[in-house]
T-cell receptor, first 117, second 112 residues
C-alpha cells in the first residue's frame, strides 16, 4: 500500500517564475492538505482540498493556489516566486473532513524541497 | 490565534537515558494533539495522537500525556537509542478540516 507520494523531490527556480508541485494521497484517502515548512520552523498550513474544492485556507497570499483532481491527487501552484518561498512543501492526506470526534491521523508525504534563487 | 511552543529547542542525551519533551499551546479548545517525528530533510511520521478527552497515549517506548486545561503536553521517551535522533514536532487540531498548528520542534540527539 503506497503512502503519500510527492513529486518532484527537489526543485530549483528563480524569482518571478511559477512552480507546480504534485501529490498523490494514500490509498483510500480523499482529502489533501498542503503545508509549507521553512528551515528550522514547524510546518504552516496552506490549504486543504476535499471533493475538488478548497475547503480551508491558511494565511497565504493568492499567489498560492491549488487543484484537486477526480482521482484525489492534488497540485500546488505558486506564482511570482519570491526568495522567501524557499521551503519544504509537505502534502498530507486523510479520509474525509476531520470532525469533532475524528480519531484519524493525517499521513504526510516526504515533501518537495523548493529553492528559489 | 493558536500558538504552539516546544521546549527545549534542542536536546542531547546519552543512550539509555529517559527524556521528556514539552509542548504548550495557548488555546485549550483543541480536538486533538499529535506528536510527529521528522528526520532531516524528510516528511513527518505520526507517533501518537491524543484526543481532547484523553489523558495519555502509549506506543512502545513512547508515552504522550495531555493536560488540555493547562495547555500542555509531554512526550516521554524511555531508554533512548541513537535511532531516536530526529526532530520531534507537536501539532494541535483546533477545528474541522483537520488544519494542524505546529510547534517549531525539539531537535533530539542521542549519543553513544
Amino acid at each position: 500500500d503506497a503512502g503519500v507520494t510527492q513529486s518532484p523531490t527537489h526543485l530549483i527556480k528563480t524569482r518571478g517564475q511559477q512552480v507546480t508541485l504534485r501529490c498523490s494521497p494514500k490509498s483510500g484517502h480523499d482529502t489533501v492538505s498542503w503545508y509549507q515548512q521553512a528551515l528550522g520552523q514547524g510546518p504552516q498550513f496552506i490549504f486543504q482540498y476535499y471533493e475538488e474544492e478548497e475547503r480551508q485556507r491558511g494565511n497565504f497570499p493568492d499567489r498560492f493556489s491549488g487543484h484537486q483532481f477526480p482521482n484525489y491527487s492534488s497540485e500546488l501552484n505558486v506564482n511570482a516566486l519570491l526568495l522567501g518561498d524557499s521551503a519544504l512543501y509537505l502534502c498530507a492526506s486523510r479520509f474525509g473532513l476531520a470532525g469533532v470526534l475524528s480519531t484519524d491521523t493525517q499521513y504526510f508525504g516526504p515533501g518537495t524541497r523548493l529553492t528559489v534563487l | 490565534k493558536q500558538e504552539v511552543t516546544q521546549i527545549p529547542a534542542a536536546l542531547s542525551v546519552p543512550e539509555g537515558e529517559n527524556l521528556v519533551l514539552n509542548c504548550s499551546f495557548t488555546d485549550s479548545a483543541i480536538y486533538n494533539l499529535q506528536w510527529f517525528r521528522q528526520d532531516p530533510g524528510k516528511g513527518l511520521t505520526s507517533l501518537l495522537l491524543i484526543q481532547s478527552s484523553q489523558r495519555e497515549q502509549t506506543s512502545g517506548r513512547l508515552n504522550a500525556s495531555l493536560d488540555k486545561s493547562s495547555g500542555r503536553s509531554t512526550l516521554y521517551i524511555a531508554a533512548s537509542q541513537p535511532g531516536d535522533s530526529a526532530t520531534y514536532l507537536c501539532a494541535v487540531n483546533t477545528g474541522t478540516a483537520s488544519k494542524l498548528t505546529f510547534g517549531t520542534g525539539t531537535r533530539l540527539q542521542v549519543t553513544l
